[in-house]
């Protein structure tokens, strides 16, 4: 079993439509990390948590230690949020800080 | 700011060949990594560097060398490149490696071995 699991794997929706990606994890973790990759391939931090929730925009990120378990939400999606959205958690352990990544959901916004 | 630069973006190599991937920050960070990323898998960590001077394998390290130039510079070499290296390279940059401060990524090398 992976330590980091995302779902779903694929994602089409409608423009306008309210999005959510999920990712589960095994581990103790000091933070989780979601970074969008565009579709030229570059990766990009949207948000780092390590309680609560965080809102940037029309992306809001959540996570739920107890659980083990994080959300990012995108409002009114737009085809230009057409991406691989990937989550990504540092271990708490010593020697285990390293960060470990899902697989990435990759998510496309019809117009 | 250029942020993180890495060089070339696509490089084909026959079988045996070496070949440099470079990578460049500018964000004065201390902490530099180089991942793979490879279909169905996530970003893997081949090596890093926690701050100038010093160099640690990552997940994947086998067939792969580095050397940390400057603060500025991470390389990563194969010395004898073979099929199953064949992936897309990401080098990464951070403040220091064991805060959660964001990690910085370049664009990526795509890189076939023939």
């Known amino acids: 079993k992976n330590e980091v699991e995302q779902s779903p794997q694929n994602l089409t929706a409608q423009e306008g439509e309210f999005i959510t990606i999920n990712c589960s994890y095994s581990?103790?973790?000091?933070?989780l990390h979601w970074l969008q990759q565009h579709p030229g391939g570059g990766i990009v931090s949207l948000f780092m948590?390590?309680?609560g929730k965080k809102k940037h925009g029309r992306l809001i990120a959540t996570i739920n230690i107890q659980e083990k378990h994080s959300s990012l939400h995108i409002t009114a999606s737009h085809p230009r949020d057409s991406a691989v959205y990937i989550c990504?958690?540092?271990?708490?352990?010593?020697?285990?800080?390293?960060?470990?990544f899902g697989t990435g959901t990759r998510l496309t916004i019809i117009p | 700011n250029a942020g993180v630069t890495q060089t070339p973006k696509f490089q084909v190599l026959k079988t045996g060949q070496s070949m440099t991937l470079q990578c460049a920050q500018d964000?004065?960070?201390?902490?530099m990594y180089w991942y793979r990323q490879d279909p169905g898998m996530g970003l893997r960590l081949i090596y890093y560097?926690?701050?100038?001077?010093?160099?640690d394998k990552g997940e994947v390290p086998n067939g792969y060398n580095v050397s940390r130039l400057n603060k500025r510079e991470f390389s990563l070499r194969l010395e004898s490149a073979a099929p199953s290296q064949t992936s897309v390279y990401f080098c990464?940059?951070?403040?220091?490696?064991?805060?959660?401060?964001?990690?910085?990524f370049g664009d990526g090398t795509r890189l076939s071995i023939l």
């Open positions: 581990v103790g973790i000091s933070a």
């Open positions: 964000m004065n960070h201390n902490s």
């Open positions: 990464a940059s951070s403040e220091w490696q064991h805060s959660n401060q964001p990690q910085h």
């Open positions: 560097s926690a701050s100038e001077g010093t160099t």
């Open positions: 948590l390590s309680s």
């Open positions: 990504a958690v540092r271990g708490t352990n010593f020697g285990n800080e390293k960060l470990t």
